[in-house]
């Protein structure tokens, strides 16, 4: 009787109208039907249900379903429990039966299909493409009144029985998403393209089973403007729908028009949906309205002769207005801010901490995903170095603008590591929680205490850092000649000093070239006293320290190598005027006059810190060289000899 | 925000505490042309001989006791195991005084005193006037008793007793003059003749035992068949079932229904097609039905 029956499961027939892949929605991507492959918005956690009217002979309500959708990195899975996908047919099997009384009672049968619950799992390998797969699982309930005739002894007589069966099966089918570009994409899917379970063991009831023909869907997305999107989703089984979405703001709008070959007329009917997008939760109502009278009676003979083709939308489907709730609950912070990449622009020379504070050691590229303007605050640490994160200057990106932003760092005053190490460096960048919104990570090179980069100007940093121990050493020296210094004029009292400083400073030092093979290395002070020596840049750094200390202003030399052997050496003030040099000498080359900050002319007076034999001499040395490279030869002017003010 | 989502909240559980109705079913009327079966048990007794009255060849299968005034004209066929066809005419007419019922010794009704108003012919020839026997079982005996008379005329293989011929789709004049009152005389249509075909399908021993009947369609909405025994012991043709069916062409008795026929009490099962006109007419003397058919019957082998 039923060998006709064309009964199909869900294709693309979604409650809420197609909307694509919904860029400005997720509650249309719950439904499984236009959305083969679970593609979600969704980043965290998505919960959703539809409660609708039915308005049948007798109007019901109806909860149709309740999904949950978790997205987890590039991974999302959903799971649906869909009790209002379902459709019951009641009829008469054909057969009567007389009773008693002549009177004459039809056995009846019903088939109920019923979508029970569906998982689906999709996997985003860019935000151009996915691919995913949803797995349904239905039931299908056969009842059938039937009458047996029983011969107990010599009677006969009917009994009369019900005939039943449930049919349970799985179905799954595969997605696939792609973005030609921000305005066109396209979703491939399969139909029933994996089926297993049950098939009704009754062969009154084989002819009833749900349809499963395996065939394909193609669906167009094209979005010409921001606020509105034409949506096609055209399947094999010769079934289509048209949308047009438009988008205002947080509301949205939509209008479905779909095609069933199982219906007539040829536009079976509409989907209009209106929509409204808060912060945590969109809000959907929309209505499935047929074109064809959905009230009058139907005849077995039709539904034999035609069958229907899906649970939720076929000939026998009444019109229903549906109210959807979807919400997104993101339990992980959004990411608004994304750390493209780190430059390391300085290696770590733990002993310039100064320079740190001054200048960035690296500036990261960032960009704001977001659509409005955000203030990032970058922090840095580097291991072995810095316990905490360091926090850099807060930047303000304009919406999705990418900026170069610096990252500072703190080399704390406890740092002595004599080791060069390579370490690496977390950058991180904060929005609003404290915890970060982006992560990076770099090797970098962290070098001992007493690394120099060869820079003179640097040299500066080991001259202040160890200025305690040069402190309380020129002071015990200065304080054995305190009856010198006593009776000499006060103006004298630079000079004194440092030449008491030097003849001591030198009396017990040798020189000692750089022990490291590459690379620059640089003696505190109190280690070129314990050391008992040390190069150029040791002895000049050890003497400018203990001026320094006792308030003598001192200056670096730096003769830069130009093919030969690159030295340092130094200059002291005497604050004495140029109308004192008398006092010193009367050779005018032994001295140079510099001009102080509040504009003075003082006599400075250079010294060759290696002679190590006495004052007078380092003095002398150290005039002829300054006065030869720096001055004779122009050094100062072409750049060949730079002058390093300590402070 | 906050008072939103606790409305929403609300809202949702009471949609899910209220909203959890099932979605409407789809109630089909019966509008099929195909397939449709009535089927009704006619021997509720199979060691009654009261249930096989009237199951003979000529496709009565009534209840005595409940069949009104009847004139009944049949033309018959009898296809046997072997596969040979024997054709009858048959035409009887029964008339019942409503007013005198008849009882078996044991106090069982076995239907009204028939009676003989007057004379009767079919197509001008006058109706013989047999006894109406009535038989039954009653404590453990097989008897015969008589409820009366009635008319019969009869032609068959075993010799044409009557000068009588059906007349397949044509009519057929009925007349009786009534004892000491006039004449009533009127035509009786007939139904295309029926051919029926049996195919038994399927095994006893799988328990599909199944029986697909054709037949050529004529020109009546329905058909009646009947399904009956035959008991083993006793020869009688036993009436097992009615079945009532659309006069399609075609139908497949379930297996429960063959399946279930014991064969310790029967050995053949005799298929009976009945096309029918029946008519049936308020009179003064209660109902009368006027019914001509063409009847198949195919004995098979259980």
């Given at each position: 009787m039923f060998a006709n029956v064309n009964i199909l499961s869900q294709s693309s027939f979604g409650l809420n109208g197609y909307w694509g892949l919904s860029p400005n929605f997720n509650t249309p991507l719950y439904g499984y039907e236009g959305n083969t492959s679970n593609y979600a918005h969704v980043r965290d956690w998505g919960f959703s249900f539809i409660y609708g009217v039915e308005f049948a002979k007798n109007t019901n309500s109806n909860i149709y379903s309740i999904s949950l959708s978790k997205t987890l990195g590039n991974h999302n899975l959903s799971a649906r429990f869909t009790p209002g996908y379902q459709k019951e047919f009641i009829f008469n099997t054909g057969e009567s039966i007389v009773l008693e009384d002549s009177t004459s009672q039809s056995l009846t049968a019903s088939v109920n299909y019923k979508e029970l619950f569906g998982l689906g799992y999709s996997y985003k390998f860019s935000e151009d493409f996915s691919v995913g797969t949803t797995?349904?699982?239905?039931?299908?309930?056969?009842?059938?009144?039937?009458?047996?005739?029983?011969?107990?002894?010599?009677?006969?007589?009917?009994?009369?029985?019900?005939?039943?069966?449930k049919v349970k099966f799985w179905k799954g089918d595969l997605g696939i998403n792609y973005a030609l570009n921000e305005n066109l994409n396209f979703v491939f899917a399969s139909i029933n393209l994996l089926n297993f379970g049950e098939k009704a063991d009754n062969s009154d009831f084989k002819d009833l089973e749900l349809r499963r023909e395996v065939g394909g869907m193609i669906g167009v997305n094209y979005l010409p403007f921001d606020a509105a999107a034409i949506n096609f989703i055209y399947e094999t089984t010769g079934s289509y729908q048209v949308a047009l979405n438009g988008y205002a703001g947080d509301l949205g709008f939509g209008m479905t028009l779909f095609h069933d070959k199982y219906q007539e007329p040829e536009i079976a009917g509409m989907i209009p949906t209106i929509s409204y997008k808060g912060e945590i939760f969109e809000l959907f109502v929309s209505g499935v309205k047929y074109f064809s009278n959905r009230k009058k009676e139907f005849g077995v003979s039709e539904f034999v002769e035609n069958g229907i083709s899906n649970i939720l939308n076929n000939p026998y489907s009444f019109d229903k207005v549906l109210l959807t709730v979807s919400f997104n609950i993101n339990t992980a912070k959004e990411r608004t801010v994304k750390l493209i990449d780190v430059e390391i622009v300085k290696d770590i020379y733990p002993t310039f901490s100064e320079n740190y504070v001054e200048y960035p050691f690296a500036y990261g590229t960032i960009v704001n995903l977001t659509d409005e303007y955000i203030t990032v605050k970058p922090m840095a640490r580097i291991e072995g170095v810095n316990e905490e994160n360091i926090q850099s200057p807060v930047s303000a990106i304009a919406p999705h603008d990418t900026v170069r932003v610096p990252f500072y760092i703190i080399i704390p005053e406890s740092y002595s590591s004599e080791k060069v190490e390579l370490s690496y460096a977390d950058f991180y960048l904060f929005t609003i929680s404290d915890k970060p919104d982006d992560q990076f990570q770099k090797a970098v090179l962290v070098n001992s205490v007493n690394s120099w980069d060869g820079r003179v100007s640097n040299l500066r940093y080991f001259i202040k850092k160890d200025l305690d121990f040069s402190m309380s050493h020129a002071k015990a020296v200065l304080s054995s000649n305190k009856t010198v210094l006593d009776t000499l004029p006060i103006a004298l009292e630079n000079f004194y000093k440092a030449k008491i400083l030097f003849n001591e400073y030198v009396a017990n030092l040798v020189y000692i070239s750089d022990p490291r093979a590459t690379g620059e290395y640089v003696q505190f002070p109190h280690q070129t006293f314990e050391l008992k020596g040390g190069d150029c840049d040791d002895l000049s750094v050890g003497y400018s320290s203990l001026l320094e200390s006792v308030g003598i202003q001192t200056a670096l030399v730096d003769y830069k190598a130009n093919g030969k052997v690159r030295h340092v050496n130094l200059l002291f003030n005497t604050k004495l005027s140029p109308n004192q040099a008398k006092v010193l000498t009367n050779n005018d080359t032994k001295y140079f006059i510099r001009e102080s900050v509040d504009g003075k002319d003082e006599i400075w007076l250079p010294v060759e810190v290696t002679s190590l034999t006495d004052f007078e001499t380092a003095w002398k040395l150290g005039a002829e060289k300054f006065n030869k490279e720096a001055i004779s030869e122009l050094g100062i002017a072409k750049g060949k000899v730079n002058i390093v003010d300590i402070y | 925000m906050k008072n939103l989502l606790t409305y929403l909240f609300i809202v949702s559980v009471g949609l899910f505490l209220f909203g959890c109705d099932k979605p409407a079913p789809t109630e089909l009327f019966d509008d099929s042309q195909e397939e449709l079966a009535e089927y009704e048990i006619l021997g509720k007794d199979i060691n009654d001989e009261f249930y096989s009255n009237g199951f003979d060849t000529t496709g009565v299968t009534q209840d005595l006791r409940e069949l009104p005034n009847l004139i009944a004209l049949s033309g018959i066929k009898v296809t046997y195991v072997h596969g040979n066809t024997d054709e009858f005419s048959f035409a009887q007419s029964i008339f019942f005084d409503r007013t005198k019922k008849i009882f078996s010794p044991g106090g069982r009704f076995l239907g009204f005193k028939s009676v003989i108003p007057g004379i009767v012919s079919f197509d001008n020839k006058i109706a013989r006037i047999v006894p109406l026997i009535v038989r039954y079982r009653e404590n453990n005996v097989l008897r015969h008793d008589t409820l009366g008379n009635k008319y019969i005329l009869f032609s068959g293989r075993r010799g044409d007793m009557d000068d009588f011929r059906y007349r397949h789709n044509s009519f057929m004049n009925f007349s009786i003059n009534i004892f000491f009152g006039e004449q009533v005389s009127f035509n009786i249509p007939t139904p295309i003749e029926i051919t029926g075909n049996v195919e038994i399908l399927g095994s006893r021993n799988q328990d599909d035992l199944r029986a697909l009947l054709q037949w050529n369609t004529g020109n009546t909405h329905d058909i009646t068949i009947i399904i009956g025994a035959r008991l083993r012991d006793r020869d009688i043709i036993m009436p097992l079932y009615r079945v009532k069916t659309i006069d399609d062409g075609s139908l497949l008795i379930p297996s429960?229904?063959?399946?279930?026929?014991?064969?310790?009490?029967?050995?053949?099962?005799?298929?009976?097609?009945?096309?029918?006109?029946?008519?049936?007419?308020?009179?003064?003397?209660?109902?009368?039905?006027?019914?001509?058919?063409?009847?198949?019957?195919?004995v098979v082998n259980l």
């Open positions: 797995f349904r699982f239905f039931t299908q309930d056969f009842f059938q009144e039937i009458v047996t005739p029983v011969f107990e002894d010599s009677l006969i007589f009917f009994l009369r029985e019900t005939k039943s069966e | 429960r229904f063959i399946n279930q026929i014991p064969i310790q009490h029967f050995d053949r099962i005799v298929f009976t097609f009945i096309r029918r006109f029946e008519n049936t007419i308020d009179t003064n003397s209660g109902d009368l039905r006027v019914s001509s058919q063409s009847i198949h019957s195919i």
